[in-house]
């Protein structure tokens, strides 16, 4: 199995840019495909980010394409999201998921999931 801790989160002004982390325990780390999703409050939770276990596919929601970039780091089994020209409604609790199998914007299929770090864009 796989622990999953996030940080990076804070309060930013809009256009500003912010690199959340998430450090995962294990040897297994860069067998996962991992993948980024945040939830606002009253909000469901909704899909970010995904990337594969090699770091050779990325998948991004069309609302942050363009803007956010995931990448991996599998020698510090770590991964990252680079947030670029924050909006407020990118205001939310930042959570990093890990899948045995395949990278997905579809949140039931992942197996492991960190606390989540807030991130906060004011205007």
């Known amino acids: 199995q796989v622990q999953l801790v996030e940080s990076g989160g804070g309060l930013v002004q809009a256009g500003d840019s912010l690199r959340l982390s998430c450090a995962a325990s294990?040897?297994?780390?860069?067998?996962?495909?991992m993948g980024w999703f945040r939830q606002a409050p009253g909000k469901e939770r909704e899909f970010v980010a995904a990337?594969?276990?090699?770091?050779?596919?990325?998948l991004y929601a069309d609302s942050v394409k363009g803007r956010f970039v995931i990448s991996r780091d599998n020698a510090k089994n770590t991964v990252y999201l680079l947030l670029n020209r924050l909006k407020p409604e990118d205001t939310a609790v930042y959570y990093c998921a890990a899948d045995e199998d395949t990278y997905s914007d579809y949140a039931p299929i992942y197996d492991y999931w960190g606390q989540g770090t807030q991130v906060t864009v004011s205007s």
């Open positions: 294990g040897r297994t780390f860069s067998s996962y495909a």
């Open positions: 990337i594969s276990w090699s770091g050779g596919k990325t």
